[in-house]
Nanobody, 120 residues
Framework: QVQLVESGGELVQPGGSLRLSCAASGFTVNSYAMTPMSWYRQAPGKERVLVAHIGSAEDALNYADAVKGRFTMSRNNAEKTFYLQMNSLKPEDTAVYYC??????????WGQGTQVTVSS
């Protein structure tokens, strides 16, 4: 059974940093390496929005304008783990963050989410 589990969310002060992780299970290393991945977030009372997307090739990176220059995503295919490094955090970054696997031959797979709260 394929599964994604996010971790790393917590309360942090404005200007601080966090690194979110998304661990995949039920994938082979090769199938994971070929699967594009995304981070989404959903703030209270708002719709879920795309934060960052990475293709199977790590040079295929896209970031939402709101996080460009502050957030960096990466993936370790051997470990089947996907990361989001978040720097210079702002209160408006407060949200539940989800990782998503975009299968080429099936529906997207979502993790359960991890809460990030940026507040003094």
């Amino acid at each position: 059974q394929v599964q994604l589990v996010e971790s790393g969310g917590e309360l942090v002060q404005p200007g601080g940093s966090l690194r979110l992780s998304c661990a995949a299970s039920g994938f082979t290393v090769n199938s994971y390496a070929m699967t594009p991945m995304s981070w989404y977030r959903q703030a209270p009372g708002k719709e879920r929005v795309l934060v960052a997307h990475i293709g199977s090739a790590e040079d295929a990176l896209n970031y939402a304008d709101a996080v460009k220059g502050r957030f960096t995503m990466s993936r370790n295919n051997a470990e089947k783990t996907f990361y989001l490094q978040m720097n210079s955090l702002k209160p408006e970054d407060t949200a539940v963050y989800y990782c998503v696997a975009h299968f080429l031959d099936g529906p997207d797979l979502w993790g359960q989410g991890t809460q990030v709260t940026v507040s003094s």
